[in-house]
């Protein structure tokens, strides 16, 4: 059972225009949250993360967004990069109980900016 | 240059056999993992390790197997009980949380092709 879901598959737009991710989590235990950006054939790698404790995180053109209560959380990329193309995957921990950053991961959505 | 290894990049196994896939790290991490990703799907968990010489089941462990007898190093066997082998490999380290609710992350090496033929 996927405890991390991210249901669009992907993402398409314009250079300059803002991306919108969105991921939902089921597991109320989740504490702490991740994403990472892939390209083919390569390693995520971290983009920004955020403590339950917090409801925003910002860094340079990204900012992640967290709503516990509807246990949902957003990452929004302003402006929009040619660069950003690629695979954005949300992860969660439970740093209570996997204490050593054991994450859950959703199935990614693919982020295409075009001219 | 700080970093995790992985080797090789593709690999090609027969029907069968087994094949073990190279996992170092020099981040001086504790704890290392193994995911796999297929597509349409997003990285599941295989097997992780907090310390040498001890290591857990992940989500799909069944038809892999591992071993941590050095800090730095984390490799992962593929049985032939792996019924769907072919996959891209994913192995990543993290460092302890610093307090019980610390930040942390995994840092990831650059993936294992691994295709059955």
């Known amino acids: 059972d996927q405890q991390v879901k991210q249901n669009s598959p992907s993402l398409s737009v314009q250079e300059g225009r803002i991306s919108i991710l969105n991921c939902d989590y089921t597991n109320s235990m989740f504490d702490y949250f991740l994403w990472y950006k892939k390209y083919p054939a390569e390693g995520p790698t971290f983009l920004i993360s955020?403590?339950?404790?917090?409801d925003k995180n910002e860094d340079g053109r990204f900012t992640v967004f967290l709503n516990k209560s509807a246990k949902h959380l957003s990452l929004h990329i302003v402006p929009s990069q040619p660069g950003d193309s690629a695979v954005y995957f949300c992860a969660a921990s439970d740093r209570l109980t996997d204490s050593w950053g054991k994450l859950q991961f959703g199935a990614g959505t693919q982020v295409v900016v075009t001219p | 240059d700080g970093g995790i290894t992985q080797s090789p990049k593709y690999l090609f196994r027969k029907e069968g056999q087994n094949v073990t896939l190279s996992c170092e790290q020099n981040?001086?991490?504790?704890?290392m993992y193994w995911y796999r990703q297929d597509p349409g799907q997003g990285l599941r968990l295989i097997y992780y390790s907090q310390i040498v010489n001890d290591f857990q089941k992940g989500d799909i462990a069944e038809g892999y197997s591992v071993s941590r007898e050095k800090k730095e190093s984390f490799p992962l066997t593929v049985t032939s009980a792996q019924k769907n082998p072919t996959a891209f490999y994913l192995c990543?380290?993290?460092?302890?949380?610093?307090?019980?609710?610390?930040?942390?992350?995994?840092?990831f090496g650059q993936g294992t092709r691994l295709t059955v033929v």
């Open positions: 990543a380290s993290s460092p302890p949380l610093i307090g019980p609710l610390g930040d942390t992350e995994a840092f």
């Open positions: 981040l001086n991490h504790d704890a």
């Open positions: 955020i403590s339950s404790i917090k």
